[in-house]
């Protein structure tokens, strides 16, 4: 069982702006930066937005990160279809001495 | 360019060994954090395992004692010896590049499926 809590499913139409949350702790969420990983169907994760609110390169940057005591959010703006896929957070937990994965959320472009 | 290439996943009874590979290149997987994590059919993303540059490693509670993750600098390949495997062992395992106390990992391999039969 996830200790990072996100919405199992989020959805928005094409030029939306939708966002996806993340509930932790003061062990996970609230001592240490979050991370956004995107997996597109049948592929392997791939990082998105690290250290709560920086993109690697590469990623557009209609993809955004923010935190905010116990809980980190991504935002899309401007949804595209090609950004239907997984949405993972994941964080450092203190108490667990290792990185935590939030349970997932499924974005629907409709 | 950085990659991570696993291989080493089957279908393997319960009970069974398999052991895990992840070639890469492009980097010094010793040092660096490298990180193993699965995705069982259909679920979420679960860490598994980690070892440090310096060598220490650790493992989520479910696997410890059954899990070993090691290197071959050598061979610049990372290992991961799974016994006494059951059923909620099933998944796709990744290998992923990582940072000390962090939950980034930058890069990841495709993926090898691991299949338990009771």
């Known amino acids: 069982q996830s200790m990072l809590t996100q919405p199992p499913s989020a959805s928005g139409t094409p030029g939306q702006r939708v966002t996806i949350s993340c509930s932790g702790s003061?062990?996970?969420?609230?001592?240490?930066?979050v991370n956004w990983y995107q997996q597109l169907p049948r592929t392997a994760p791939k990082l998105l937005i690290y250290?709560?609110?920086q993109r690697p390169s590469g990623v557009p940057d209609r993809f955004s990160g923010s935190k905010s005591g116990t809980s980190g959010s991504l935002a899309i703006s401007g949804l595209q279809s090609e950004d239907e896929a997984d949405y993972y957070c994941?964080?450092?937990?203190?108490?667990?001495?290792?990185?935590?994965f939030g349970g997932g959320t499924k974005l629907t472009v409709l | 360019e950085v990659q991570l290439v696993e291989s080493g996943g089957g279908l393997i009874q319960a009970g069974g060994s398999l052991r895990l590979s992840c070639a890469a290149s492009?980097?010094?997987?010793?040092?660096?954090?490298m990180s193993w994590v699965r995705q069982a059919p259909g679920k979420g993303l679960e860490w598994v395992s980690v070892?440090?540059?310096?060598?220490?490693?650790n493992y989520v509670d479910s696997v410890k004692g059954r899990f070993t993750i090691s290197r071959d600098s050598s061979k610049n390949t990372l290992y991961l010896q799974m016994n006494s495997l059951r059923a909620d062992d099933a998944a796709v395992y990744y290998c992923?590049?990582?940072?000390?106390?962090?939950?980034?990992?930058?890069?990841w391999g495709q993926g090898t499926l691991v299949t338990v039969s009771s």
């Open positions: 992923a590049r990582g940072y000390y106390a962090t939950g980034l990992f930058d890069y």
């Open positions: 492009g980097f010094t997987v010793s040092d660096k954090y």
């Open positions: 070892i440090y540059g310096g060598g220490n490693t």
């Open positions: 003061s062990s996970s969420i609230g001592s240490n930066t």
């Open positions: 250290s709560n609110n």
């Open positions: 994941a964080v450092w937990d203190d108490s667990l001495n290792g990185p935590v």
